[in-house]
């Protein structure tokens, strides 16, 4: 539910929210944690707290993921973590932190491991190629007959003197 805290719904409609919330994060058997991103310029809301609580009655790890920490100096992400991490205490022990950015990477291994762990998979299996690197594409392209120098030489080596054309005049 991207932007749920900052949606611009009337309030009778907001207010319905905990109706279908709550009995969804208590009750639902398949989930195995809930990752909340919270966005570290503007912490911890009211409806944050609600959602960490009603899932907190389950016993299931809970994830607090520090969204667009790249904006913020050293100072202001540790003070964040700092007063996040204080909310988390009264919430039970079975809270993790971090800070994330997606537009730096920060936190991508972390959180993987953290998911990975709840999921019982070794973060290694979740791990993704670097980007650039497509294997399928490069497995394509090998069969393709006019690329690269390889294609344009006899036999994929360097062209005999034979199959040498001269150079052109002009």
Known sequence: MPGYGFAKAPEEIRSQWEGLLAPYLRYRQPLVGLVLI??????????????????????????????????????EQTQALREVRTVLTGIGDHCTLQLFSSLKKTGVA?????????????????????VGLRSAKVARSKNRKAIGWSARTAQGGVKSAENKKPPAKG
Not at 57 to 72: R, Y
Not at 113 to 124: D, P, R
């Open 38 to 75: 919270i966005d570290s310029r503007h912490l911890v809301t009211e409806l944050d707290l609600q959602m960490l609580q009603w899932f907190a009655q389950t016993g299931k790890p809970i994830h607090v993921l520090l969204s667009k920490a790249d904006k913020l100096s050293r100072q």
């Open 110 to 130: 972390e959180a993987e491991a953290v998911l990975g762990g709840w999921l019982g998979m070794e973060s290694k299996q979740l791990a993704l190629p670097p």
